[in-house]
């Protein structure tokens, strides 16, 4: 069996990470798979340096679809990773002749026009990685239940293992947060950052010293940053930018927060979860299937500094419910939410489709 995964994005966020964690497990059971991605991006980068197959893409559409049509012919299956991603590899069935199998990430209505119901029709299988984006397609574009599955994104049980704990030591020294409150996330509109900085205006009156701090980056980073000084919160809240270890960032953080809008599932909640970090989260999409609030963590309206400002507060000050969270949200992802748990899911919907196909042919 090989697998041509095709993922568009540019930087490295939550679905890249899944992909990544998707493709070394196949490896290990023996799976064959090459990676099209944009050439020079960071994805095709960490692919090359784990020794994976990768396959250039130039991020022009119809350049892209011809690509995938002449190399996606040497797979069994096209598995897309990304909207756009979907689009090229749907859209060059013509060519290659592949089932195509399509994991959807996020929680938002697809568009609706003329290409969104073309690829879905070419399209043999979908993933959802929460029950709730699973809802959201069925609902928005009418796609048949025989043709969704439901596959859990994932947290790779070795990322304890590569915490440095002497730079979570120096991290939490640098940062000099009493306490220190954080998320990784991109800076996105999705993820609503202001959501967090309004937040953490109303939780330093009780919290002076409190500090408050953001792992990742994109485009509206000098938005935010004028919100930050707007609010006079300089000293309180940082963009630390992009950081390949951020593992060791989040291990560092008292409270994990995720302040968005919408959500697939919220992959960085599960490594959260996993370090034994707590979390307070909005009730964005497919969130709510992981934090349950009380029992696995804090789950708050979304939209609502307020709300999420007397979320943290909940577990600041109750610290009996801080180790209670903590401990049943690290036995749900070990439970649930394995790397193991998704490949093997994978390879039964990849086996299940070219079966599908031969009994059609």
Not at 218 to 238: D, P, T, V, W, Y
Request: hydrophobic content about 40%; proline content about 3%; overall charge positive.
């Amino acid at each position: 069996m090989k697998i041509l995964h095709v993922d568009t994005e540019k930087g490295w966020r939550g679905g890249e990470q899944q992909l990544f964690y998707l493709v070394k497990g196949l490896k290990e059971k023996g799976i064959e798979s090459a990676i099209a991605c944009r050439k020079g991006d960071e994805l095709e980068k960490k692919c090359k340096e784990s020794g994976f197959t990768t396959i250039p893409l130039s991020g022009r559409q119809f350049e892209d679809i011809f690509r995938i049509g002449i190399v996606g012919k040497e797979f069994d299956i096209i598995h897309a990773h990304a909207a756009k991603a979907h689009t090229i590899s749907a859209l060059s069935k013509k060519f290659h002749q592949k089932p195509v199998i399509y994991t959807r990430r996020v929680d938002y209505l697809p568009k609706k026009n003329r290409v969104t119901a073309l690829k879905y029709r070419l399209t043999d299988k979908v993933v959802a990685i929460s029950k709730y984006v699973k809802e959201v397609l069925e609902e928005s574009i009418k796609i048949p239940t025989d043709k969704l599955s439901v596959i859990y994104s994932a947290v790779d049980t070795e990322i304890e293992k590569n915490v440095d704990y002497e730079k979570v030591e120096r991290i939490k020294k640098e940062l000099k947060g009493k306490p220190l409150i954080g998320t990784a996330a991109a800076l996105t509109q999705q993820k609503n950052i202001p959501n967090f900085i309004e937040a953490a205006k109303i939780l330093i009156k009780r919290y002076p010293e409190a500090k408050f701090v953001v792992a990742g980056e994109g485009k509206l980073r000098k938005e935010l940053q004028s919100l930050i000084e707007r609010l006079n919160l300089q000293e309180n809240f940082k963009l630390l930018g992009f950081k390949k270890d951020i593992q060791n960032y989040i291990k560092a953080f008292d409270i994990f927060v995720l302040p968005s809008d919408f959500e697939g599932l919220g992959s960085s909640i599960l490594i959260a979860m996993f370090l034994k970090v707590p979390v307070v989260s909005t009730d964005a999409g497919g969130t709510k299937e992981v934090v349950i609030d009380g029992k696995t963590g804090i789950l708050v309206p979304k939209k609502n500094p307020q709300a999420l400002a007397e979320g943290i507060l909940r577990l600041l000050e109750d610290e009996k419910l801080k180790e209670q969270v903590t401990s049943n949200a690290y036995s749900m992802v070990m439970d649930k939410f394995s790397v193991d748990k998704m490949v093997d899911a994978y390879i039964a919907l990849y086996g299940e489709v070219i079966k599908s196909g031969k009994n059609l042919g």
